[in-house]
């Protein structure tokens, strides 16, 4: 919603390209850096109830974003929707993984179409509701936060009411080791962060200077750009619901080399297309793109499987950090040239991908996609 109505705000506040980045930075830092101290904490101590915490500081954000009428209390307003973010996605990560029944990759896809799916209405609902009504129907969607509070008021019960039957298991699971040395663990760590960076910053292009984009080159309203960011949003939630139990299948890093790499060629050919084929490249970048997160956080918690929390909070949190650096990045780049500038040197990102081929094939050495320990699978 917050991406979805910066033509609104960049209209009202008369903002320029930099600040709108850091409307974007405002919320994807504050995220980026909290989630994983939150998700650290929580796999010593964990905390059923901070789901619908998250979802209270949420709600705060987008009741205050919809009266907002300064810059700095749309920063403001952003940073709290970045809080509510870094509260639920470590210990929301680790309950999808708990009620996975050991098809890991599907349950991450899922949990993650959640949240791309909320994204892609973003637009759509902002061209149909924010944008003939004003800013202030922002205040409408708290209703959807509300409802999530009393859904995840029910989680964290059966999270809670898990934990006995969990607890026999725990001392055993933080004693599991990773199935690699630490180098080699933590060289794996650090290339799958190198591939969200590429994923991320060029996603960044799109979330946030997409709709400004079509407008600036091809003169189309507002409202038919934010449809065009439907799509192309509706396309990644696809991609990401087939990322994860395709890698159950064939294996994570295979899902990951198709990702990252196979985009190249959209992405290259994407500032030189024309409207119609602007809008096929970007379902098919989309769809490429989105489909190795799941495969990527599953793969890494595979590698620390004692530190569920602190993998779910790094990651998310360092997809969204380099989300709003980007966003930032990106904003101030296209004030010192062009919109079109930063999509033909953005184009580029996925070539990242080819550190791929340095990922351990963890089946080769033993592990096989991780499963759940039966007193979990039995609890689900």
Same mark, same amino acid.
């Given at each position: 919603?917050?991406?979805?109505? /910066? ?71 952003? $940073?709290? @929707? ?7 996605? %470590? ?20 949990? +993650? @179409? ?14 149909? =509701? ?17 409802? $999530? ?32 040395? %630490? ?5 794996? =760590? ?12 060029? +996603? $960044? ?20 750009? +934010? ?44 500032? /030189? ?55 930032? @990045? ?51």
């Amino acid at each position: 919603m917050i991406s979805a109505c /910066y033509p609104i705000f960049k209209s009202l506040y008369h903002l320029d390209y930099t600040q709108i980045g850091l409307i974007t930075l405002a919320y994807q830092m504050t995220a980026s850096i909290l989630q994983p101290v939150v998700g650290f904490y929580t796999d010593h101590r964990p905390q059923p109830f901070s789901l619908p915490i998250g979802m209270g500081f949420s709600l705060a954000g987008l009741v205050m974003l919809s009266t907002a009428h300064t810059f700095s209390m749309i920063l403001f307003s952003a $940073a709290m @929707v970045g809080v509510g973010s870094s509260i639920f996605h %470590p210990e929301s990560s680790r309950v999808a993984r708990m009620a996975s029944g050991g098809r890991l990759g599907l349950a991450q896809s899922f949990f +993650q @179409v959640g949240g791309n799916t909320g994204g892609a209405l973003g637009p759509l609902l902002a061209a149909f =509701i924010v944008l003939p009504r004003g800013q202030h129907s922002i205040a409408w969607f708290s209703i959807a936060a509300v409802v $999530a509070i009393m859904v995840l008021t029910y989680v964290g019960a059966w999270y809670r009411s898990r934990r006995s039957v969990k607890s026999a298991s725990s001392a055993k699971q933080h004693t599991t080791q990773s199935p690699l040395p %630490p180098g080699k663990t933590m060289l794996a =760590i650090v290339i799958l962060l190198s591939l969200l960076f590429s994923k991320f910053f060029y +996603q $960044a292009s799109l979330t946030s200077y997409y709709i400004f984009y079509l407008i600036s080159k091809f003169h189309i309203s507002v409202q038919s750009a +934010q449809i065009y960011m439907f799509v192309f949003l509706g396309a990644a939630v696809v991609g990401t619901f087939a990322g994860g139990p395709i890698g159950d299948r064939i294996g994570r890093k295979y899902v990951i080399w198709f990702s990252i790499l196979g985009v190249l060629p959209f992405t290259l050919a994407l500032p /030189y297309a024309n409207l119609f084929w602007t809008g096929i490249l970007s379902v098919l970048i989309g769809m490429i793109f989105s489909s190795a997160f799941a495969a990527i956080i599953v793969f890494a918690q595979e590698l620390l499987p004692s530190r569920v929390g602190m993998i779910s909070g790094l990651f998310f949190g360092f997809a969204f950090g380099m989300g709003g650096i980007g966003a930032a @990045v990106l904003g101030r780049v296209a004030d010192l040239t062009s919109i079109d500038f930063i999509y033909r040197v953005c184009s580029f990102l996925p070539l990242i991908g080819l550190l791929t081929v340095f990922l351990p094939d963890l089946r080769k050495v033993g592990i096989e996609p991780a499963k759940v320990p039966s007193t979990e699978q039995a609890a689900v």
